[in-house]
T-cell receptor, first 116, second 114 residues
Framework: AQKVTQAQTEISVVEKEDVTLDCVYE???????LFWYKQPPSGELVFLIR??????QNEISGRYSWNFQKSTSSFNFTITASQVVDSAVYFC?????????????FGTGTRLTIIP | NAGVMQNPRHLVRRRGQEARLRCSPM?????VYWYRQLPEEGLKFMVY????????ESGMPKERFSAEFPKEGPSILRIQQVVRGDSAAYFC????????????FGPGTRLTVT
């Protein structure tokens, strides 16, 4: 069975600080995908990144970066120089890579508040 | 370049009524997923459909809930005889197929049962 744990329920930081959101996952599969989604106060889900289990390279996209470590089953997300617009709930998710089993298993989310 | 569309965005039903939630996938996407988000919780998978086929319904409650994705038209999530515990946000996502794993989400339907 798959499981995603986001131990940080809520985080508040002052604007321009860096913040890291933790994600730990469990799966028996050797091939899988990891995702991050953002849910702003308006409620929609915004896709941020997909990473497959064979690619452990860290990724950077502007102020966002992701650290994937298979050895610790973690896929952490860092926002550098945070802005008020980053305030949202962030979800980490996991998907197996088998046909017919592509459903996403989500963590419970981390509510990030950026204080101006 | 329309994304995933869901309607209605907000739906209020009295206990015992039926709720029908619609989802139109992105153009060219033939795979649809439904997820439910209870208040202050993460999203939980409900069902995965392709055109005219249910692929995985392991997350669907055994009673009162059903889903379809007909050859023509949107995917429908149907909840019969709604109860207060059905109040939640219901999200639909679509993807191109099993070789592409980005699921793009619609804006959700907020169901309130009074």
């Amino acid at each position: 069975a798959q499981k995603v744990t986001q131990a940080q329920t809520e985080i508040s930081v002052v604007e321009k600080e860096d913040v890291t959101l933790d994600c730990v996952y469990e799966t028996r599969d050797t091939t899988y995908y990891l995702f991050w989604y953002k849910q702003p106060p308006s409620g929609e889900l915004v896709f941020l990144i997909r990473r497959n289990s064979f690619d452990e390279q860290n990724e950077i996209s502007g102020r966002y970066s992701w650290n994937f470590q298979k050895s610790t089953s973690s896929f952490n997300f860092t926002i550098t120089a945070s802005q008020v617009v980053d305030s949202a709930v962030y979800f980490c998710a996991l998907s197996e890579a088998n046909f017919g089993n592509e459903k996403l298993t989500f963590g419970t989310g981390t509510r990030l508040t950026i204080i101006p | 370049n329309a994304g995933v569309m869901q309607n209605p965005r907000h739906l209020v039903r009295r206990r015992g009524q039926e709720a029908r939630l619609r989802c139109s996938p992105m153009k060219g996407h033939s795979h649809v997923y439904w997820y439910r988000q209870l208040p202050e919780e993460g999203l939980k998978f409900m069902v995965y459909l392709q055109k005219e086929n249910i692929i995985d319904e392991s997350g669907m409650p055994k009673e009162r809930f059903s889903a379809e994705f007909p050859k023509e038209g949107p995917s429908i999530l149907r909840i019969q005889q709604v109860v207060r515990g059905d109040s939640a946000a219901y999200f639909c996502a679509s993807s191109l197929g099993q070789t592409v794993y980005e699921q793009y989400f619609g804006p959700g339907t907020r169901l309130t049962v009074t």
